[in-house]
């Protein structure tokens, strides 16, 4: 009975987190089925730091001002998932999932829950 009380007052949180993963994370290798310029440059550059070719801190930057630190982070999601598509875009995708909770519960905490709701959807 705890379960479904939990669902009940979190239903819209619930419901918003399901639509947030299922938009992020659905066929995230193969929708869109093609790397954009940016996308395979991060692979090139993580796959880089995999072999060992880079060695520059993770407080450094690469191309395009970019810190090393996000290319550090999908070297990890390669070593996960492979030389994939997945590989390449996992780590954005939870980003942007983690992104959205923290949206609602900013919104929470400051206004309401609908707000909050209203927030994380955007």
Request: proline share 2%; charged share 15%; no cysteine.
């Amino acid at each position: 009975m705890k379960i479904f009380n939990f669902i009940k007052k979190n239903f819209f949180f619930l419901t918003l987190l399901l639509f947030a993963f299922i938009l992020r994370f659905y066929h995230l290798d193969g929708i869109p089925n093609y790397l954009s310029g940016d996308e395979s440059e991060i692979g090139i550059s993580a796959r880089r730091i995999i072999n060992g070719e880079v060695k520059a801190s993770i407080f450094e930057t690469g191309w395009y001002s970019i810190p090393n630190a996000y290319f550090y982070l999908i070297s990890l999601s390669l070593r996960m998932f492979g030389n994939t598509l997945l590989g390449i875009r996992f780590f954005s995708a939870l980003a942007s999932f983690l992104t959205v909770i923290f949206t609602y519960y900013f919104g929470k905490i400051l206004f309401d829950r609908q707000t909050g709701f209203a927030a994380g959807l955007i």
